[in-house]
């Protein structure tokens, strides 16, 4: 039973795998069961014993790689150091991981292409659905870590030699949302133009998230 179970959880996993480059390169519609059943080396009755259709695969490959491909990037912002430090890292490390991570790339294509899920009418809801609360949650942590909410989220007195004001700087944005909405719109914007070609990305260092950081940090 072990071995069995190990055995299904393999299946399952190489069929993830397959499904989130097969939509990543051809587009979810345009996708097939059979497709993705090619790709990982098994049979379409395999895929059908691990997800009913396409629309609880493609659910399934968001809710799989969502946390476990994104979350070393995100892991960045929970550091220490100074909050412009850690924002400028975490800029850089999003740029580094769309040019080096095939899966991180991959799955950021899936996300943020205007096919939101299998051209059926429930699939798209529940693509659009997964797409929304994913963003939000993007939304939501830069907030808070713009806003010097997150624990750590802090500049030490002092920090840059530059007078007790400089200590605030970036902790508490004039406008913590309007600037969190500024940087997931340039992660949003920098991902869909590695899906088209990863060489129109600007540097993977700090001149090439100077901009973004400028607009974010007052």
Not at 18 to 45: C, M, P, S, W, Y
Request: glycine share 10%.
């Amino acid at each position: 039973m072990r071995r069995t179970a190990e055995e299904a959880a393999q299946t399952k996993a190489a069929l993830l795998e397959a499904a989130l480059f097969q939509f990543a390169e051809h587009g979810v519609a345009a996708t097939k069961l059979a497709d993705v059943a090619q790709r990982a080396g098994l049979t379409r009755g395999a895929v059908y014993h691990h997800f009913t259709d396409k629309t609880a695969l493609y659910a399934a490959v968001i809710a799989n790689s969502w946390d476990s491909v994104t979350a070393p990037v995100w892991a960045v912002l929970d550091s220490d150091g100074p909050v412009e430090d850690r924002l400028r890292e975490f800029l850089v490390a999003w740029l580094r991981r769309l040019r080096e991570d095939r899966h991180f790339r991959a799955l950021l294509t899936i996300t943020l292409n205007a096919s939101y899920g299998p051209d059926q009418p429930e699939g798209i809801s529940d693509g659009r659905a997964s797409k929304s609360y994913g963003l939000a949650d993007w939304l939501q942590r830069l907030e808070t870590f713009l806003a010097g909410k997150r624990d750590g989220a802090r500049d030490g007195d002092g920090a840059r030699g530059d007078g007790a004001g400089a200590g605030q700087r970036g902790t508490h944005a004039d406008d913590p949302s309007g600037a969190a909405a500024g940087i997931l719109a340039w992660l949003c914007g920098t991902a869909l133009l590695a899906a088209t070609d990863p060489d129109l990305l600007p540097p993977s260092d700090a001149s090439g998230v100077a901009l973004p950081l400028r607009g974010a940090l007052p």
